[in-house]
């Protein structure tokens, strides 16, 4: 039995996957897998912005609108960039380091991966 050409993608379901030695990457979205971990993986789990896009550890993602910040003078804008984010379990389901706000929580309903 020989292995297939392509792979659709876990990440953003893209019929392209291709390999690479080990890992498979989409070439749209430039998620990198190991084949076996995607029947693995717990598809309950999966953590999806405002626009229902999968997010994962690392992505950079946009605030869409205005959120207040307990104790600051002023909100995060729409439009604000966060780098690099921190997925965790509960209610505000990112951990990420704004700009002039520090170390926050956000939830993902609030953010689009950009």
Known sequence: MSAPDSLPCPNCQSPY?????????????NHEWIPDDSAVS???????????????????????????????PKPIKAGTKVKNIRLTEGDHNIDCKIDGFGAMGLKSEF????
């Open 17 to 29: 996957g291709y390999p690479t030695g080990t890992l498979w990457v989409c070439p749209e979205c």
């Open 42 to 72: 717990d598809n309950g789990n999966q953590v999806l912005d405002a626009n229902g896009n999968v997010l994962q550890d690392g992505d950079t993602v946009v605030v869409v609108k205005d959120l207040p910040v307990k104790g600051a």
């Open 111 to 114: 953010v689009k991966k950009g």
